[in-house]
């Protein structure tokens, strides 16, 4: 007759049984390199099927985006600077951001506003009430304005504040184009060896990223990014700035259901 199987025997000391002498485990299988007995694949090449990634990135780290801003000023890129400071503050999609001008954000008598409205494109003729959206200037904006301004001296209120610097624009005031905004975001992540997915989204993305990162007490923040940035959800949110993923990865990372902690004291 089989023995019952009696579950409280194993509770008191809670350490892992093994075949193996567990003990003589060491605190390095806990780390990133650590690397276990086993063969080698057949077939290296074969893999789980998967969705491929393709969406765009914001800019998680200070110290990147401050590498980036700082390579602009250095290299007299100050149109580059421009687009970056307002794309990342201002939290606009690519066209509205790319539309606007000096006369948008500067009053007439050379002060800068308050802030200012965009009647954003996307959102125009999907909204049962279509409506403003109301964006203030900070003071890296301003800062931003004031160096481009300084490097620009001819730059009149009228004037798109991103102009097109092609070679076939011949100075006309015509907007930077999606593509050369693309190429800006590419060249500078590569230039500067910053690993990931980025693009034009990747200047929205980073406002909405670090603006949870800077209000993740305010137990409100995600309902008034959601709000800024006219989402239908909290969930599309998240998902949209990554949020989700991460905070999914250390539930993961911290369950360790069945672990033996004293192997790591």
Known sequence: METAFDKNSYIPNLHLISPINISTLSDSIYSSNY???IKPSQHPKETSYIKQEHDAQPFKSMKDIKCIANYYLLHDQYRNYLVFICGINFGLREW????????DIINNDNTFKVGFNVFEKKTRNTRITPKNRYIPINNAVKQAVVIYLQHNPNTSLDDYMFKNESRNSNNI?????RKGLEYVIKSITKKL??????NTHSLRKTFSYQYMMKNKDDNRALYKLQKILGHSSPEHTLRYIGLDKEE?????MNLNLGIDYTLME
Do not use: C, Q
């Open 173 to 177: 005031n015509e907007p930077m184009t």
């Open 193 to 198: 060896n910053i690993e990931g997915r980025y």
């Open 96 to 103: 509205d951001l790319l539309h606007l001008r000096f006369k």
């Open 248 to 252: 999914l990865s250390n539930a993961y």
């Open 35 to 37: 690397k276990v007995n």
